[in-house]
């Protein structure tokens, strides 16, 4: 286990930090003072979380990081950290690497024992969820589904007899692609497709995919903004209950069907329990009586 000295005075801080998914007021106090306070920002897109900065009246450098350039921006990055600066790494929206990049910078850095820090805020994921109404108690995040069709068909079957609500992101251009594929693989199945989360459009859809899809096609509008798309559960197995048959109807069928005593006796047993002598017993009593 690599140990990590939260405070090394010796070396920075890598902040991972939440930024709002629509709505600036979701920022928090804390976010809002990191920011202001590191020497570097990380950013997927700068000149999108320069609009951010330059509302928050916050003029620090900043740093592309995107899943092009993740891997190459490591040195650097590592470099700031060991000369005692401080970074915050953010994504356009939301909290980053939750199907966002930022993975492959912490993975190396915990590994080398750099001190890394969550400022937690917003998550389409979990803001979503919260308002739903559909199962939360267990749920799995897939983020997006394949782009090509036969493969986004085949993550579908996969999880079509999951228990637990399944979640994915999904983009505008591929929305209709993506509940056209459901309707023919979840037929009647509850979906929730909420978009636009903590914006002025935002919106919540539960239907069928098939209705969600027609829903969409009528207005145009509803197929616009980000999308997060919860799939109901499916059904719960009932465990299989016993066949509901008297024991001498049991005991009968068995004599009816050639089933020799002794052999009889030992199916009795096993399906309805007690000793295979009594259950002999009771055979041979009913052989007799015929």
């Known amino acids: 286990m690599t140990k ?9 801080t890598l902040y991972v930090v939440a930024t709002p998914i629509g709505n600036l007021e979701d920022l928090s106090a804390r976010a809002v ?13 700068t000149r999108h979380t320069g609009r951010l900065l330059t509302h928050l009246g916050i003029n620090v450098a900043m740093l592309s990081l995107h899943d092009h350039n993740e891997k190459q921006r490591l040195e650097q990055l590592d ?8 970074i915050a790494l953010v994504s356009d929206a939301g909290t980053p690497l939750i199907s966002d990049p930022g ?33 939360t108690d267990c749920f799995t995040f897939g983020g997006f589904l ?12 996969a999880i079509k007899s999951r228990e637990e609500t399944q979640v994915f992101y999904e983009s505008p251009h591929r929305i209709m692609h993506t509940l056209a594929a459901m309707a023919e693989v979840l037929d009647q199945r509850r979906v929730v497709v909420a978009r636009e989360l903590t914006k002025t459009f935002e ?20 197929a616009r903004g980000e999308f997060v798309i919860m799939i109901e559960g499916a059904p719960t197995s009932e465990p299989q ?33 007690g000793r295979k002598q009594n259950w002999y017993t009771k055979l041979q009593a009913i052989k007799s009586g015929d």
Request: proline residues 5%.
């Open 4 to 12: 990590v000295k939260l405070n090394a005075a010796s070396q920075g």
């Open 33 to 45: 003072r990191v920011l202001g306070s590191v020497s570097l920002i990380a950013a997927e897109d």
């Open 79 to 86: 470099a700031y950290l060991l000369a005692g600066q401080s």
């Open 103 to 135: 993975f492959t910078l912490v993975h190396e850095l915990r590994a080398r024992g750099r001190a890394i820090v969550p400022v937690p805020g917003a998550s389409a994921l979990i803001t979503a969820l919260s308002a739903a109404g559909i199962a």
């Open 146 to 157: 394949p782009a090509k069709p036969k493969s986004r068909l085949q993550a579908l079957e």
């Open 203 to 222: 919106t919540f859809l539960s239907g069928s995919p098939a209705a969600l899809l027609a829903e969409m096609h009528s207005d145009p509008n509803q």
């Open 241 to 273: 209950t016993a066949l509901a048959f008297s024991e001498d109807a049991l005991l009968e069928a068995l004599l009816g069907e050639g089933v020799g005593v002794k052999q009889g006796a030992a199916v009795a047993a096993r399906l309805l329990g």
